[in-house]
């Protein structure tokens, strides 16, 4: 069975500071992994997702997360943060075909703030 | 593109009652998922369609839970003689994979709160 951990359930970062939000996996096969943003009030959007090409994968909005499989790790990044980016984010992993959404295991989530 | 719709956006309930969702998938897709999202968790994953064929579900979807997507458009999701353990947000979402390439499209959520 496949899981994943998100470190840190709220992340506070001024406006124009770099985003980090972690997330580590755990799965016996390869995974394919996903990071969704939900805004307030409205469903769940892919930022971005990882299926076994480029271990650096973009995303929409200036996010990339990089896939280290040493490290059971697809942190999501962004260089400058902006208020629009306040939103939860969501790691999921997928041990089906890589085009397939199905079997989806979210994490916890992370809530992040923008600070003016 | 309208996107997925749900019906409707907010429900409480008393417990024992049964309740009905509803969700109007993006048009031309044939895939439709049911996750359920409690406070401070991710989705979790309830049960998927295929057109009108029901083809998983999940361990979490007990007795109680029925869904339908009778003419493989619209879904419903009913929850029989509710429990305060069944509080949580109800997420639909459909796809139409193309070529391999599955993007899941997420509506609002129902929330559903059983007193």
């Known amino acids: 069975a496949q899981s994943v951990t998100q470190l840190g359930s709220h992340v506070s970062v001024s406006e124009g500071a770099l985003v980090l939000l972690r997330c580590n996996y755990s799965?016996?096969?390869?995974?394919?992994l996903f990071w969704y943003v939900q805004y307030p009030n409205q469903g769940l959007q892919l930022l971005l997702k990882?299926?076994?090409?480029?271990?650096l994968v973009k995303g929409i909005n200036g996010f990339e997360a990089e896939f280290k499989k040493s490290e059971t790790s697809f942190h999501l990044t962004k260089p400058s943060a902006h208020m629009s980016d306040a939103a939860e984010y969501f790691c999921?992993?997928?041990?089906?075909?890589?085009?397939?959404?199905?079997?989806?295991?979210f994490g916890s989530g992370t809530q992040l703030t923008v600070l003016p | 593109d309208t996107g997925v719709s749900q019906d409707p956006r907010h429900k409480i309930t008393k417990r024992g009652q049964n309740v009905t969702f509803r969700c109007d998938p993006i048009?031309?897709?044939?895939?439709l998922y049911w996750y359920r999202q409690t406070l401070g968790q991710g989705p979790e994953f309830l049960t998927y369609?295929?057109?009108?064929?029901?083809?998983?579900k999940s361990r979490l979807l007990s007795d109680r839970f029925s869904a339908e997507r009778p003419k493989g458009s619209f879904s419903t999701l009913e929850i029989q003689r509710t429990e305060q353990g069944d509080s949580a947000m109800y997420l639909c979402?459909?796809?139409?994979?193309?070529?391999?390439?599955?993007?899941?499209?997420f509506g609002s959520g129902t929330q559903l709160s059983v007193l």
């Open positions: 979402a459909s796809s139409f994979p193309d070529r391999g390439n599955e993007k899941l499209f």
């Open positions: 799965s016996s096969v390869p995974p394919y």
């Open positions: 990882y299926t076994s090409a480029a271990t």
């Open positions: 369609f295929q057109n009108e064929a029901q083809l998983e």
């Open positions: 999921a992993v997928s041990v089906a075909s890589p085009g397939s959404a199905r079997q989806l295991t």
């Open positions: 048009s031309e897709h044939n895939r």
